[in-house]
């Protein structure tokens, strides 16, 4: 067990997109921001997703204006990333590798750190050229190992999604270049006994830091977040309080306490998230 424990914060991305479809306003996010540089998280998610399209179709905004606003105000603090579909970037259809490029080399130079990426069924090829962009173009490629399950009447039939299964994706995502290995488990579908198993083959089997981003819609998310925590993940994602829970990911304040009690320090201003919280109440 770690006895420090990093953090990527969830709320202006994953957490509104969850709870709230993606309707915070950049005024709402500007007067957070302040607050957030001093909370001093290892990364914050702030873009991709939902937030191009919602931001553009439904708030009349830029989503460019918001990574600019967001990298202006904690540029050397946190890190910031985005969630891209591999191929498929923001959008639903596979783009040429041109396209690719010029939108990774935009991003980057208007402030995003790192790029989370993924295809939902773990193709390779839909993400080894994302990755490679990522990388040439000075970004982070944070690779996602996606989880799911055996359907339940497969039980005559040899499993699929076995640990080995995600350990074998997750070391081939790494030897075609990421950076950091995400556990994405999108539906909450890891149990505690399951990341108890999982984590600690991932942790040997990977030289890169490993990141576990659940959500809590079956009721188990906080109880998998710690059971990571326990077996040596080195990156959590989480909400703060209002934006957690739910279908979201479990909120900060819940694994602060526990972590607390286990004798982990959390690399975060707690006073400062008391702050956030307050604003977004």
Known sequence: MAKSLKVRDLTLRDGQQSLFATRMKQENI?????LYREARFYIMEVWGGAVPDSVMRYLGESPWDRLRACSKEMKGISLLSALSRGR???GYVPYPDYVLEGFYKEAIKNGLNVMRIFDALNDIDNIKESIRLINELGGIADSAVCYTVDPKDSKDTDPIFTDEYFVDKAVEMEKIGAKM???KDMAGLVNPARIFSLMPKLKQALSVPVDFHTHCTPGYGLASVLTAIIKGVDIVDTNIWWFGGGSAAPAIE?????CQK????LEVNMEAVAKIR???G
């Open 30 to 34: 500007d007067r957070l921001l302040p």
């Open 88 to 90: 498929n970037l923001f």
């Open 181 to 183: 290995i995400t556990l």
């Open 254 to 258: 819940l694994v602060w306490i526990f």
């Open 262 to 265: 286990m004798g982990i320090e």
């Open 278 to 280: 307050a604003e977004l």
